[in-house]
C-alpha cells in the first residue's frame, strides 16, 4: 500500500530562518513519482515540484531545495532564508507509475507559518 | 497554457439541498480529471477521477456523484446535501500521458462549501 507521512503537523519560524518539511513515502513500486505541492491561505494547490524514483539528484530553485534519499525513503523539502510570503500548508504527494491507477497519496500536510 | 476553472468558488447550502459544482479545463484535450474534497484537517480526499467522456471512478461511498459531459467538463453533484459534505472541493487535472508514466496534476481555485 502507498502511504506518505509528514510527521510535522504545525512549524513555526522567524523570517530568514531556514526550515525542512520532512515527508517519509513507501511504497512497493520500483517506478513511483514524489511531488510537493504548497497551499497558501487562498486554498488554491500549487504545484512545487516533481521527481521520479530514478532521479536521486538533489534540486535547487531559488530559496527553495529538495533532498530525495530512496536509502531512507524520505523527499524532504527545505526553505531557505524564510519569508512571510513562504506561510502556508505544504503537501508532500506520492504517485504510482501509470496503467489504471492515476492516484496520488498525499501525507496530511505541514502548516509552516513564517512570522515577521 | 492550460487553465483550470472551477464555480462557484463559494456556497452556503441547506441540509437536504442538491449541489452542482463545475470544473472546466482549457488548452487541452483529453485530460485526467479529478475531484478531490478537503475536509477540515487538511487531509485531501479524492472523490472520483475520469479518463475520459462519461468515464467516472468513484473512490468512496457517499451522497455525491460525477459527470463527465463533455471533454474538459467534470461536474460534481449531490441530489440531498449532508452536513458532512461541508469542505473544500478541489478539481485537479493532469495529461493522458503513456501508461509508463504518472503525469503532475494541477489543481483548479476551489469551491468553498458550508453546508448548514
Known amino acids: 500500500a502507498q502511504k506518505v507521512t509528514q510527521a510535522q503537523t504545525e512549524i513555526s519560524v522567524v523570517e530568514k530562518e531556514d526550515v525542512t518539511l520532512d515527508c517519509v513515502y513507501e511504497?512497493?513500486?520500483?517506478?513511483?513519482?514524489l511531488f510537493w505541492y504548497k497551499q497558501p491561505p487562498s486554498g488554491e494547490l500549487v504545484f512545487l515540484i516533481r521527481r521520479n524514483s530514478f532521479d536521486e539528484q538533489n534540486e535547487i530553485s531559488g530559496r527553495y531545495s529538495w533532498n530525495f534519499q530512496k536509502s531512507t525513503s524520505s523527499f524532504n523539502f527545505t526553505i531557505t532564508a524564510s519569508q512571510v510570503v513562504d506561510s502556508a500548508v505544504y503537501f508532500c504527494a506520492l504517485g504510482r507509475s501509470g496503467g489504471s491507477n492515476y492516484k496520488l497519496t498525499f501525507g496530511k500536510g505541514t502548516l509552516l507559518t513564517v512570522n515577521p | 497554457s492550460q487553465t483550470i476553472h472551477q464555480w462557484p468558488a463559494t456556497l452556503v447550502q441547506p441540509v437536504g439541498s442538491p449541489l452542482s459544482l463545475e470544473c472546466t479545463v482549457e488548452g487541452t484535450s483529453n485530460p485526467n480529471l479529478y475531484w478531490y474534497r478537503q475536509a477540515a484537517g487538511r487531509g485531501l480526499q479524492l472523490l472520483f477521477y475520469s479518463v475520459g467522456i462519461g468515464q467516472i471512478s468513484s473512490e468512496v461511498p457517499q451522497n455525491l456523484s460525477a459527470s463527465r459531459p463533455q471533454d474538459r467538463q467534470f461536474i460534481l453533484s449531490s441530489k440531498k446535501l449532508l452536513l458532512s459534505d461541508s469542505g473544500f472541493y478541489l478539481c485537479?487535472?493532469?495529461?493522458?500521458?503513456?501508461?509508463?508514466?504518472?503525469?503532475?496534476?494541477?489543481f483548479g481555485p476551489g469551491t468553498r462549501l458550508t453546508v448548514l
Open positions: 485537479a487535472w493532469d495529461r493522458d500521458t503513456s501508461l509508463t508514466i504518472t503525469d503532475t496534476q494541477y
Open positions: 511504497t512497493r513500486d520500483t517506478t513511483y513519482y
